[in-house]
């Protein structure tokens, strides 16, 4: 039937062959994990050192008795000499009773309907009658003459 053999010819496979897909991959992916393991390896190195600094600088501290930033009584005690200074600063204008009133019963609005703040439309629209009151006497007060 044919001069052609009937077996198909041997391919012999030796390693002086370009690598196949599946071996570049494996192989860059063993790069891939060396080079992530190494920069792991780095960044524990650098978080392990930070700590480290960061506790001795909290022992130094300790030991000169530095209490900054320790403990809510000193928060709470610098708040209240914010207050304090506050409360001694003077004010531009003492502010009318009216609008202090009507401030007063916006706060008390606000708290007593917390969960529903917009029930409080009435007494915001009191207060901001009062501001606007005030706002046109200063400006009369400062420009002269009628506001509009």
């Not at 370009?18 to 080079?35: A, D, G, V, W």
């Not at 390896?41 to 600094?53: A, G």
């Not at 917009?118 to 003459?145: I, P, S």
Request: aromatic content about 4%; charged content about 35%.
């Amino acid at each position: 039937m044919g001069s052609g053999n009937s077996k198909p010819a041997e391919h012999v496979f030796d390693g002086s062959e370009t690598p196949t897909n599946s071996t570049r991959e494996k192989s860059l992916e063993i790069q891939i994990q060396s080079r992530v393991e190494n920069e792991l390896q780095r960044l524990q190195s650098r978080e392990s050192q930070i700590l480290v600094d960061l506790e001795s600088k909290l022992s130094e501290s300790d030991k000169n008795g530095d209490t900054k930033g320790s403990g809510r009584e000193q928060v709470q005690a610098e708040i209240d000499a914010l207050k304090k200074r506050l409360e001694h600063m003077p004010r531009m204008v003492k502010i009318d009773d009216e609008v202090e009133r009507a401030r007063g019963e916006v706060v008390k609005c606000l708290r007593w309907n917390d969960r529903t703040p917009l029930d409080c439309y009435k007494e915001v629209e009191a207060f901001k009658n009062q501001t606007r009151r005030l706002e046109k006497a200063f400006v009369v007060r400062t420009v002269g003459g009628d506001c509009p």
